[in-house]
């Protein structure tokens, strides 16, 4: 799937309906459901989570993983009672994939109750489960991103 987007409350509002679906789809997933972000700094993966996260009702304010490397909020499903949880990574200032391995990736993704989403993924590729959604962003101009959507 491939979209355009002309600002960034575009790009949040395309993330927040794509979160929704994706939490629903995922309700018989016995593993976490992991989306890769990719794209060059400033590209919007950050901007994306964010709205993301609106869509699964999460109020906290979510602000970029580039420092402490990993966030994670929760959030509540309808219907059901237990939490559910939504990991946000920056690869960034990783060395390489060994490194979100010692974050303990591998236990999130085993995790049916998460959502993971790893910006700069291309960086990691070799530690992520075999399937998962791939989200690239060009940056067209100033204002203006392709985003395409990969199962
Ligand atoms: N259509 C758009 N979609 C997303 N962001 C946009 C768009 N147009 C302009 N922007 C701006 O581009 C910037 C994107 O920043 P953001 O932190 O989301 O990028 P990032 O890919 O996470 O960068 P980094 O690699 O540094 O983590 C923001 O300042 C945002 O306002
Ligand atoms: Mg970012």
């Known amino acids: 799937m491939e979209f355009v987007s002309h600002g960034d409350k ?43 996260a609106k869509g699964l009702g999460i109020k906290q304010k979510v602000s970029s993983p580039t420092f402490v490397l990993m966030k994670v909020y929760n959030f509540k499903t309808k219907g059901e009672k237990e939490p559910k949880f939504l990991f946000h990574f920056d690869c960034y200032r990783l060395k390489d994939h060994r490194d979100l391995t010692a974050l303990g990736a591998q236990e999130f993704f085993a995790d ?11 960086r990691v590729e070799k530690v992520l489960p075999s399937r998962y ?19």
């Open 112 to 122: 049916a109750r998460n959502i993971v989403l790893v910006e700069w993924s291309d």
């Open 133 to 151: 959604i791939k989200i690239h962003i060009d940056h067209l101009d100033n204002k203006t991103r392709k985003i395409t959507v990969r199962k």
């Open 10 to 52: 575009e790009t949040q509002k395309l993330a927040q309906i794509l979160g929704r679906e994706i939490v629903k789809s995922s309700a018989q997933k016995k593993k976490a459901v992991v989306i890769g972000l990719e794209g060059e700094l400033g590209a919007g993966k950050t901007t994306f989570v964010k709205g993301f």
